[in-house]
């Protein structure tokens, strides 16, 4: 029984538009959402969160929004740039642990 | 900076054999976290940790076993590699809700 989920394995988008990943999630309990960008044969890195308390947060080109009532939550990245290509993650937390999606990896096109 | 470090960045090993896998963090984190990354299945959670001498089942713990002997290391061991633990191995650590990941462990076993 998948938690969370990332139904789109991969996303492709021109540099300079906007680019919108999207996080499923079925237990009502999360309290705090996170989004993780990874490249190739590195960890993880943190990106952005927001907590349940919240419906937007934004930092710079990164804005995460959610949206409890339908249980997503969204990334929107604008402008993308060719270095945003990379996999995503989102990870929602309840207590501490994290529960993470499948993931989907982003193309950004020159 | 919060440094999380893996000991081994690529690693072959055979069946059958017992493989431990090292992570230490700088951070003073009272949490640790072991997960396995593999293609469409995001990060799975095997084990995590709350304090020294704690541990706690995470998603996927069959075949794994873990040791938190100083609030620093957390170390994940294979009891007896088979073929279907080949995977990319993370650890994490976190004080809340952000987790800070190492680069990651990239295991072969044959």
């Known amino acids: 029984d998948q938690q969370v989920k990332q139904n789109s394995p991969s996303l492709s988008v021109q540099e300079g538009r906007i680019s919108i990943l999207n996080c499923d999630y079925t237990?009502?309990?999360?309290?705090?959402f996170l989004w993780y960008k990874k490249y190739p044969a590195e960890g993880p890195t943190f990106l952005i969160s927001i907590s349940s308390i919240k419906d937007k947060n934004e930092d710079g080109r990164f804005t995460v929004f959610l949206n409890k009532s339908a249980k997503h939550l969204s990334l929107h990245i604008v402008p993308s740039q060719p270095g945003d290509s990379a996999v995503y993650f989102c990870g929602s937390s309840n207590t501490g642990k994290l529960i993470f999606g499948q993931g989907t990896t982003l193309q950004v096109k020159p | 900076d919060v440094k999380v470090t893996q000991s081994s960045r690529y690693l072959v090993k055979r069946t059958g054999e017992k493989v431990f896998l090292e992570c230490v963090q700088d951070?003073?984190?009272?949490?640790m976290f072991w997960y396995r990354q593999d293609p469409g299945l995001g990060l799975r959670l095997i084990y995590f940790?709350?304090?020294?001498?704690?541990?706690e089942k995470g998603d996927i713990p069959e075949g794994y076993s873990v040791s938190r002997e100083k609030k620093e290391r957390f170390s994940l061991i294979l009891e007896s590699a088979s073929t279907n633990q080949t995977s990319m191995y993370l650890c994490?650590?976190?004080?809340?809700?952000?987790?800070?990941f190492g680069p990651g462990t990239r295991l072969t076993v044959t």
């Open positions: 951070m003073d984190h009272e949490n």
């Open positions: 940790s709350y304090d020294v001498k704690m541990k």
């Open positions: 237990n009502s309990m999360f309290d705090y």
């Open positions: 994490a650590s976190s004080f809340q809700y952000e987790q800070y």
